[in-house]
């Protein structure tokens, strides 16, 4: 029900909950890239960040 909800958030059009999934998953994966770029840009160890993601 609460996934359910946030993909209606994101989705305009009050049918799709396609459209809003697929929007949250996009915005998901930019901040994603984000974060790793600017712990890159400060200097930040890759393990560090490996670690802050889950993925170590």
């Given at each position: 029900?609460i ?15 396609n459209?809003?999934?697929?929007s949250?998953k996009?915005?998901?994966?930019k ?26």
């Amino acid at each position: 029900l609460i996934n359910y909800t946030y993909c209606k958030m994101y989705s305009n059009n009050s049918y799709h909950f396609n459209t809003g999934y697929k929007s949250a998953k996009k915005d998901l994966q930019k901040s994603k890239v984000i974060f790793i770029y600017e712990a890159a840009a400060s200097g930040t160890p890759i393990e560090e960040i490996f670690e802050s993601l889950k993925i170590a």
